[in-house]
């Protein structure tokens, strides 16, 4: 995988294997990945010792992982000598029990035994960032070093007091939001990957506007068009690859997992009033992500969609790429997100996007999508038979918005401040201004 670095160099991105076997590896601390000849070289260059803090492999959290990975190696291209920290399931990989017992195993881990390492490991690095605002709680034991957090929504944080009842909250749950706000709080810097994530931060939390920059994700693969004999070959091998039958004709594509904001039974409430009309009488759907629920199994089978609604699991980036080059639309009802990066792949890809009228979807989308309520499936279903068309141009061009580049620039300046250090390129009225700056 190539990306570019905060100069715009391509950066190579190693595939993350989120299924190592506990044991394997180094056990607390990735190699550090140390600062690459050619940039060490680079005049002006700042030379930072960065510890990323990362999430606990066992939870799967697969995006987090991407973006702690795309962090890691595109700063390591900008001539910064980086390391990855992140809990080990020590508890956890004795595996025993049932699940809800190895839920409180991972706790221990996360919570009890975790803290001491970061404690011990913060004393060699020049500044801290937490990945995660879940883990927000570190910011306790990082010895008054340097940091910053990257949040990445308050879904939870929201839940938890009450905002959002669809999603209750158990005792445990809000005890742990609870910590995550108080991190949140104390933080000197929270950088928000939406406008929508920090008008929620500043509202639940309270912080320094100044010091609570947005900071939109870039894109954690280089996802662009693909050639369509090459994309229907590979979707016919992935296809063969899972024992599903050939997709011959037009589909529609949802990318998600199970979680209640991606609103996946809506999904098919839109697909199933599209059936409905003449024109998309030999559409399939394509739902690539984590297996359908029972629900959605109900669902499909009380509509007589079966074989035409096709499931797809642990797709990667490549065969997601041919799905978003070939589908006539990405259908994203999402109640709520943090950022949605489905959108700006699927637009990259030169895929229409028909997502819900709310932020941050709208924000992330601009003019180049296709918005609805997505609790009304009949005026979703007849804004997506309108506005299929002439919206590929825009969406590639909307998607260019969020490079890795300039999202790796916007953090490079914070770790900058935060450190006391300054490019020897930049004045000295532009140094002073980089806090103001970083909060637009």
């Known amino acids: 995988m190539i990306v570019t670095n905060c100069r715009g160099k391509p950066v190579k991105i190693v595939p993350l294997n989120l299924g190592r076997r506990p044991g394997a590896g180094v056990r607390w601390r990735d190699v550090s990945t140390r600062r690459h000849k050619a940039g060490s070289e680079i005049a002006g260059e700042v030379g930072l010792r960065i510890l990323l803090?990362?999430?606990?492999?066992?939870?799967?959290?697969?995006?987090?992982?991407?973006?702690?990975e795309l962090l890691r190696q595109g700063l390591a291209g900008c001539g910064e000598e980086v390391a990855v920290l992140r809990p080990w399931p020590v508890f956890a990989g004795l595996q025993i029990g049932p699940a809800a017992l190895r839920k409180w195993l991972g706790y221990l881990d996360k919570f009890l035994l975790f803290p001491l390492v970061v404690w011990r490991e913060a004393k060699s690095f020049d500044l801290i960032h937490i990945c995660d605002h879940s883990n927000s709680m570190y910011v306790h034991f990082l010895r008054g070093k340097p940091h910053l957090v990257t949040c990445h929504d308050l879904l939870a944080v929201r839940s938890a007091l009450g905002e959002i009842p669809a999603n209750p909250t158990s005792w445990s749950g809000r005890m742990l939001q609870r910590a995550i706000r108080h991190g949140l709080k104390r933080a000197q810097f929270v950088a928000c990957v939406s406008q929508k994530t920090r008008q929620d931060l500043l509202r639940l939390i309270g912080r320094d506007p100044e010091l609570t920059p947005c900071i939109y994700n870039g894109l954690n693969y280089p996802y662009r068009p693909m050639a369509r004999v090459e994309a229907q070959e590979r979707l016919r091998a992935l296809l063969v690859s899972q024992s599903k039958a050939e997709v011959m004709g037009p589909f529609l594509l949802h990318v998600g997992g199970n979680q209640w904001y991606k609103n996946r039974l809506g999904v098919l409430e839109i697909f199933a009033r599209l059936r409905e009309d003449a024109d998309f009488r030999l559409y399939r759907l394509i739902m690539a992500g984590k297996p359908c629920t029972r629900e959605l199994h109900s669902f499909i089978a009380g509509h007589d969609l079966h074989g035409d609604v096709v499931e797809l699991t642990g797709v990667d980036n490549e065969d997601l790429r041919a799905l978003y080059s070939l589908a006539e639309g990405l259908v994203f009802p999402s109640i709520e997100e943090g950022f949605g990066w489905p959108i700006i792949e699927a637009q990259a890809c030169g895929c229409p996007v028909f997502t819900s009228n709310r932020?941050?979807?709208?924000?992330?989308g601009g003019n180049a999508a296709a918005y609805f309520d997505p609790g009304d499936p009949k005026v979703a279903a007849t804004v997506i038979s309108e506005r299929r068309s002439s919206m590929a141009e825009r969406g590639i061009a909307n998607a260019a918005r969020f490079s890795a580049a300039g999202m790796l620039g916007r953090y490079r300046d914070i770790y900058i401040r935060l450190s006391g250090s300054r490019d020897p390129g930049q004045s000295g009225s532009a140094a002073r201004n980089t806090g103001r700056r970083l909060s637009k």
């Open 359 to 364: 932020p941050p979807m709208t924000e992330i």
């Open 53 to 68: 803090i990362g999430n606990f492999e066992p939870d799967g959290q697969e995006s987090m992982a991407r973006f702690c």
